[in-house]
């Protein structure tokens, strides 16, 4: 999904330079793993490192240095969000974006399951900040995608998962519990409704493309097998949820 989104993105920035825009590009790779970021584009491994030995950085002051270090801050004038001190790298061409998907699959947290011989244990967001400017009327643009693959919800006794494993699985449903929670509210035609973007990470970090002048597209991946018919049925309400929520339609600010 990254590299064609990509692809398209460039191309679409070369037609446009015909008209005069200039644009530049921006790209962070962070995970949500147990509740806390984790930099994929860090020299330092922190994805594998982290499902392989959770139970030794759940001890001691690791989150609280990590929550310190990785913190979500959204600007209440433009609506940008951003993340201290991760890393952000500048790219001019797709190759560029390339490289980094393989640093980033390298850190990202993975282990083997029951269920799964390659399961995700975390959340990845990949974000591409672009900034555009039109020598000929002036104008200036910004936008900023977000791509999130989104670790699946897991039942324990088809996952078998125990110790680091359970922990994980309890993170990873609870943060989906709280994305339906987000996406139920902003449904709601309740004039006084609150909003629990707070809730988890993954949507404080996603609170201004949920709810904000934005556009969000997901898409839902089911398993054609038998046994996996309780997970898909899960997996299909919760699109059906999705699909009911109407946010307005997003408007272009100009710069």
């Known amino acids: 999904m990254i590299p064609r989104t990509v ?41 594998n490192a982290s499902a392989n030995n959770a139970k030794t950085e759940e001890k001691g002051k690791g989150k609280k240095d990590n929550d310190e270090k990785y913190k979500i801050q959204h600007d209440p004038v433009t609506g940008a969000t951003t993340v201290t001190n991760i890393t952000e790298v500048r790219v001019e061409r797709p190759g560029d974006v390339y490289s980094l998907l393989n640093t980033a699959g390298q850190n990202r947290a993975v282990a083997k399951t029951k269920a799964n011989d390659r399961s995700s244990r975390s959340h990845s967001v990949f974000q591409l900040r672009l900034k555009g400017v039109n020598s000929i009327t002036g104008e200036n643009a910004t936008g900023l995608l977000n791509l999130i693959d989104l670790a699946g919800s897991e039942r324990l006794n088809q996952s078998g998962a125990t110790g680091a494993r359970l922990t994980e ?14 996406i139920s509210a902003l449904g709601s035609n309740d004039e006084k409704k609150h909003i629990p973007y707070r809730n988890s990470k993954l949507t404080y970090l996603l609170q201004n493309c949920l709810g904000g002048n934005s556009k969000t597209l997901m898409f839902v991946n089911c398993s054609p097998l038998n046994k996996d018919l309780n997970e898909s049925l899960n997996s299909l309400r919760f699109a059906t949820k999705v699909n009911a929520c109407e946010i307005g339609t997003a408007k272009k600010v100009q710069g």
Do not use: P
Request: glycine share 6%; net charge negative; charged share 25%.
């Open 7 to 47: 692809e398209q993105i460039f191309k679409t920035a070369k037609d446009l330079s015909d008209k005069g825009w200039v644009y530049t590009m921006d790209a962070i790779f962070l995970e949500i793993y147990n509740e806390k970021i984790h930099d994929l584009l860090s020299n330092k491994k922190q994805g």
């Open 169 to 182: 699985t309890q993170h990873i449903n609870k943060s989906l519990s709280c994305l339906g929670d987000v």
